[in-house]
């Protein structure tokens, strides 16, 4: 008995994984495109008001961007203490996590085009919504003149050839690995353990169900993508079109994490518009989903999604899970066990700081490469700091300068919502 639950699990892992991996690849691609030919600084001109156009511009620009919670955070903060109203800011924090290019690519394999076509509609008008609340109840701006050297981080280096694959297949990768494979994983885990028909036998309520979903995903962080195969398998299991919106919304738009820096940055009355406009929009388009739209559009969708396989050839489907596993593997090991070796660059910054100062201090709440980033561009920034090198698995700062302000790194780190500990 065990054995065939064992068998049945990886058989349900292996599908789902060829299911979305050619999808996957493709958004990964066009990630890179965007990082590389549409870069964050390019956006600040969008940003600047709080009037329905710059909401809906902050919004739109959103929705195709590939970045999850935690990686949306710093960057909207730095759009924020940029010169971005607290609105746009806001509006930009709740529709980008929700989809990506590679989402929607996903959401379009697994679960049929309608919900392809419904979660980016529903981002947009969360985002504008949010925005819109945050406009109404607090839209005092940030003061530049306490730190006027915040910039919006970018990624520098490289042709843009070689960035856009680095971006995409390397360091996007290395942001949701973890997170897409336990998603793989429940996903397969769920559609084993629960059986057909579950949520309609023993939750008849579309709306408790809602409640359910929502519950559970406000606190629990997935990323827009790793949410698919987990909506998927619990359509499969019975649960209601709306139901499954809601957790498309809400896993990928609200955790802990993401809302206490919000709280600590924007202040307590923004991270109430931001969690009223993302619960209520999510309720409300869940309802209209199960009250107004035939639900066999989207279990019609779901099944030909299933077993139509699009027309990729199975052959494809495999060699292309073949290779994301491989990219999940090279990310994971890369990040959790190989220690990396010193690069040029950093060999020949460690002999300079022979002659100059340098001090380690440890900072929580970095976790992914786009806080990296964000840390070592703002800290680079300061006066009397020339380098910065961050260590995401140590959660440590190099820096390196002829004189280090640590009351202005404190502060710096703290306003980005990252947490300064010490000197170590």
Request: proline share 4%; with cysteine.
């Amino acid at each position: 008995m065990i054995m065939k639950y064992i068998t049945e699990y990886f058989n349900e892992l292996l599908y789902l994984t060829a299911e979305m991996a050619p999808y996957l690849l493709l958004g990964f691609l066009f990630a890179g495109m965007l990082h590389v030919y549409f870069p964050a600084s390019k956006m600040m001109k969008y940003f600047g008001g709080t009037k329905l156009r710059h909401l809906t511009n902050a919004s739109l620009l959103g929705i195709p961007l590939p970045l999850c919670s935690c990686g949306v955070i710093p960057t909207g903060v730095s759009f924020y203490k940029n010169g971005a109203s607290k609105s746009s800011s806001v509006s930009f924090l709740i529709s980008t996590p929700q989809t990506g290019i590679d989402s929607i690519l996903v959401t379009y394999s697994l679960i049929g085009l309608p919900f392809a076509i419904v979660r980016p509609i529903v981002a947009l008008f969360s985002g504008i919504m949010g925005g819109w609340i945050t406009g109404k109840v607090d839209n005092q701006q940030f003061d530049k003149s306490q730190n006027p050297r915040h910039h919006v981080t970018e990624w520098q280096g490289r042709s843009k050839f070689k960035s856009m694959f680095r971006y995409g297949f390397v360091e996007f990768m290395a942001d949701i690995a973890k997170w897409l494979a336990l998603g793989l994983l429940l996903a397969a885990l769920i559609s084993v353990i629960i059986p057909d028909g579950f949520f309609e036998q023993y939750i008849g309520n579309d709306f408790i169900g809602m409640l359910i979903l929502l519950a559970a995903a406000i606190p629990l962080y997935v990323c827009a993508t790793g949410s698919v195969p987990i909506a998927a398998v619990l359509m499969l299991k019975g649960i209601s079109p709306g139901a499954a919106l809601v957790f498309l919304m809400a896993g990928p738009a609200t955790n802990i994490a993401s809302m206490t820096v919000l709280g600590k940055v924007f202040g307590r009355k923004t991270l109430f518009a931001y969690m009223g406009s993302i619960i209520g929009s999510a309720l409300l388009f869940g309802w209209i989903i199960n009250q107004f739209l035939p639900r066999e559009w989207f279990v019609q969708a779901l099944e030909h999604a299933q077993h139509s396989g699009h027309f990729i050839p199975l052959w494809f489907k495999y060699a292309s899970a073949g290779i994301l596993v491989l990219l999940l593997l090279h990310a994971l090991l890369r990040r959790y066990f190989v220690k990396s070796t010193p690069t040029e660059k950093q060999t020949k910054n460690k002999e300079e700081s022979k002659s100059m100062g340098t001090i380690r201090v440890k900072i929580d709440g970095m976790t992914c490469n786009h806080c990296k980033m964000t840390v070592e561009n703002q800290l680079k920034a300061l006066n009397g700091i020339d380098d910065v090198q961050v260590d995401l698995s140590t959660g440590k700062a190099q820096l390196t300068g002829t004189s280090i302000d640590l009351r202005a790194v404190a502060d710096t780190v703290n306003d980005l919502g990252y947490a300064y500990v010490d000197k170590v």
